[in-house]
């Protein structure tokens, strides 16, 4: 994934994006990087690896390295970003967050017809941003270019640019899968990702951005320069996992959201009698734990924390790249408390299960300890898609997911014409998915919320919810 955040303001604006482009460190452990502005300098650019060092540790320097009344900044799982380029249209930084699936197609596109040619990475890759700027580029003005972009890349992106007069034109992806928010301050205007970045630093609410939609920022004005589409499919899990729990998107608190949807997971138990003997509800740290709160006041069972994560110098669940060393980390954070775990039945809550692999070391590691009984619910359907639309998950194939694999397990190839029964606890493919995925990580019982459920936690009109790695729905 990935996170931005851009300020333009009547004075420095280099030290709110420092510490707004910090407040999206959970979205992504690769790359960082800062664009700025000055009347006098120009545009700069500075960009760090921080797969070993957080963002803030390393631009601790930015203030000597940079300055300006306009910035921008990006984290980033994958390329290197924001660039800096001098095109037709203007010397610019740019910087998205989002995925281009069609790459190959464009660039051979692009390089066919223009005679252009892009810098390579290590592999013969292109960076997604300056592919983006190409795009870009092939039209009279930044807006029908970012149009254009937009409507021939397959995927998401949503985008800021930083131009050479000190101006931030920010554009949200063509069917808002990912929020785009601006805020306010005596001395300017800010834009970002996650909401209570801005907040955080003295700005107010003016409003979150359509479909689609383009503003560009001066430090006096946001002015529309596109209006937004009416198709909206915002991702559904920004409130079930990655997003921030004090963020809001679409009017909607991801933490408000997170203990509705435990509170609908309990209601559900309780309707269908799963009358199961458990001592303890917890969390899996730490998005699974306000799914727990909710599941906890709800069933009237005390919320106990048998486990908690070590996060001084492992505080990025996301680091390091490498599954294996992934796995092995996650086991290493994990301190028991002795005393909540030895000989308890334990019902725990994760945000989703995917693969399988860190829950399954998760579960042993309960038993390890002492457990009698581990019991899972995941706050969201069985994932059956891998996601097309942006680039959160790791995984590379849709066999990589433990719901999908187990289904061709039980039935073959076959058993895929019948996903929705799957997804569903009252059919018996339903039942049978449950049970296999129980025996393979060891669990006592296994429950998943509803696609229903969690759209009703959401609370948003299920037209405008993205629930493709559910159903398949696009």
């Known amino acids: 994934m990935g996170g931005f955040f851009g300020a333009v303001s009547k004075n420095d604006a280099v030290s709110d994006v420092f510490f707004g482009t910090d407040y999206h460190s959970h979205l992504g452990t690769r790359r960082g990087g800062m664009a700025a502005f000055d009347e006098k300098i120009g545009l700069q650019r500075v960009i760090h690896n921080i797969e070993n060092s957080p963002f803030r540790t390393r631009f601790e320097n930015i203030f000597h390295e940079m300055k300006g009344t306009a910035a921008i900044g990006c984290i980033s799982d994958y390329d290197p970003q924001p660039l800096l380029l001098r095109s037709r249209l203007g010397s610019y930084a740019i910087c998205m967050i989002g995925v281009i699936n069609n790459a190959k197609e464009l660039i051979d596109r692009y390089l066919a017809t223009s005679g252009g040619y892009f810098d390579a990475m290590t592999g013969g890759a292109v960076n997604s941003t300056e592919l983006l700027a190409a795009l870009i580029n092939q039209k009279n003005d930044f807006v029908e270019g970012i149009r254009f972009a937009q409507q021939e890349i397959e995927g998401t992106a949503s985008i800021l640019i930083l131009k050479d007069n000190g101006s931030i034109l920010a554009a949200r992806d063509k069917v808002g899968r990912l929020p785009v928010v601006i805020g306010k301050r005596e001395d300017g205007y800010c834009v970002t990702f996650e909401s209570f970045a801005y907040t955080k630093l003295g700005y107010e609410d003016v409003k979150e951005l359509g479909p689609g939609e383009i503003v560009e920022i001066t430090a006096d004005s946001v002015t529309q320069l596109a209006e937004p589409g009416e198709k909206m499919r915002i ?8 997003g921030y729990p004090t963020s809001t998107y679409e009017g909607v608190n991801v933490e408000m959201m997170r203990y ?7 209601q559900h138990d309780k309707e269908v009698q799963n009358n199961i003997d458990v001592d303890y509800v917890g969390g899996v740290p730490d998005s699974g734990t306000p799914h727990a709160i909710g599941y906890s006041n709800e069933a009237h069972i005390p919320f ?8 001084p110098t492992w505080s990025r669940s996301f680091m390091p790249t490498d599954q294996a060393q992934r796995n092995k980390v996650a086991k290493m954070k994990q301190i028991p408390v002795h005393e909540l775990i030895r000989g308890k039945n334990l019902l725990f809550v994760d945000d989703s299960i995917v693969r399988g692999t860190q829950l399954r070391e998760t579960v042993e590691f ?9 019991h899972m619910r995941s706050a969201c359907p069985p994932i059956m898609y891998g996601c097309k639309y942006l680039n959160f998950s ?7 997911l433990i719901a999908r694999r187990v289904i061709i397990e039980l039935e073959g190839e076959k058993g895929l014409q019948h996903i929705e029964e799957y997804s569903d606890f009252t059919t018996e493919r339903g039942k049978k998915l449950r049970e296999a995925i129980c025996k393979e990580l060891h669990l006592a019982s296994l429950e998943f919320q509803s696609l229903d459920g969690i759209i009703e936690a959401i609370g948003i009109e299920p037209c ?3 629930t493709y790695c559910w159903n398949g729905k696009e």
């Open 235 to 242: 991702c559904s899990f920004l409130w079930s996992y990655y």
């Open 464 to 466: 405008k919810l993205c």
């Open 394 to 400: 790791r995984a590379t194939s849709d066999m990589e």
């Open 304 to 311: 106990a924390r048998a486990f908690i994560k070590y996060t």
């Open 260 to 266: 509705r949807n435990g509170r609908i997971m309990a």
């Open 366 to 374: 309960l038993y390890e300890n002492g457990a009698k009984g581990v």
